[in-house]
């Protein structure tokens, strides 16, 4: 059974950094891409950073220069820095995962999400 365990999450004030966390129950080296999302209330779930196997880097125009989204893959685990945060920034964060799976001999996407982690930057 696939998971995908966040953590690092909290409570800072305007202008701090968090590390958010996210273990792999498999290699990640297994995934096409992996990465993370986030949700504030009343929002939709959108895109904060990823990164893919051939090592293309992606962030949300909102982070960049902010955030970075790093792996280790021996630990099975991928981060996220969060420096000069912003009340704009408070939402849930998702660890997000993708392979490709088979059947009937064609491959069709799967997706693994986190449970997810809360940040709230206050004012």
């Known amino acids: 059974q696939l998971e995908l365990v966040e953590s690092g999450g909290g409570s800072v004030q305007a202008g701090g950094s968090l590390r958010l966390s996210c273990v792999s129950s498999?290699?990640?080296?297994?995934?096409?891409?992996m990465g993370w999302y986030r949700q504030a209330p009343g929002k939709q779930r959108e895109l904060v950073a990823t990164?893919?196997?051939?090592?293309?880097?992606n962030y949300a125009d909102p982070v960049k220069g902010r955030f970075t989204i790093s792996r280790d893959n021996a630990k099975n685990t991928v981060y996220l820095q969060m420096n000069t945060l912003g009340p704009e920034d408070t939402a849930v964060y998702y660890c997000?995962?993708?392979?490709?799976?088979?059947?009937?001999?064609?491959?069709?996407?799967?997706?693994?999400w986190g449970q997810g982690t809360q940040v709230t930057v206050s004012s």
């Open positions: 997000f995962a993708s392979d490709r799976g088979l059947y009937a001999g064609s491959f069709y996407p799967r997706d693994y």
């Open positions: 498999i290699s990640i080296l297994s995934f096409n891409t």
């Open positions: 990164f893919t196997y051939t090592g293309d880097f």
